[in-house]
């Protein structure tokens, strides 16, 4: 049965850290592109960043360069969203992704709430 639970959201004040990880199962992670996605309320799926299967290439969507970093630990088969320097407008249900070839996997969400 594929998981992808995904862990580590919550209430921040801007300027602050938050740590997302996404733990996979069920399927081969190590060939599987793993990406991080946000929604906010009233607002379209958003590809927040995303890393490689093999390589650890990385790519991010320009409002986030620089404050996130995507991670991966094949051997615990989880996938990490390391967020500094959070903004109001990061907000959002952050849900992460598998993709191989056609094959897409969806976790149900973390919220992320950016507050003073």
């Known amino acids: 049965q594929v998981q992808l639970v995904e862990s580590g959201g919550g209430l921040v004040q801007p300027g602050g850290s938050l740590r997302l990880s996404c733990a996979a199962s069920?399927?081969?992670?190590?060939?599987?592109?793993m990406t991080w996605y946000r929604q906010a309320p009233g607002k379209e799926r958003e590809l927040v960043a995303l890393?490689?299967?093999?390589?650890?290439?990385?790519h991010y969507t320009d409002s986030v360069k620089g404050r996130f970093t995507i991670s991966r630990d094949n051997s615990k088969n989880t996938v990490y969203l390391q967020m500094n320097s959070l903004k109001p407008e990061d907000t959002a249900v952050y849900l992460c992704?598998?993709?191989?070839?056609?094959?897409?996997?969806w976790g149900q969400g973390t919220q992320v709430t950016v507050s003073s």
């Open positions: 992704s598998a993709r191989f070839s056609s094959r897409y996997y």
């Open positions: 069920g399927f081969s992670f190590n060939n599987y592109i």
């Open positions: 890393i490689a299967a093999v390589g650890g290439s990385t």
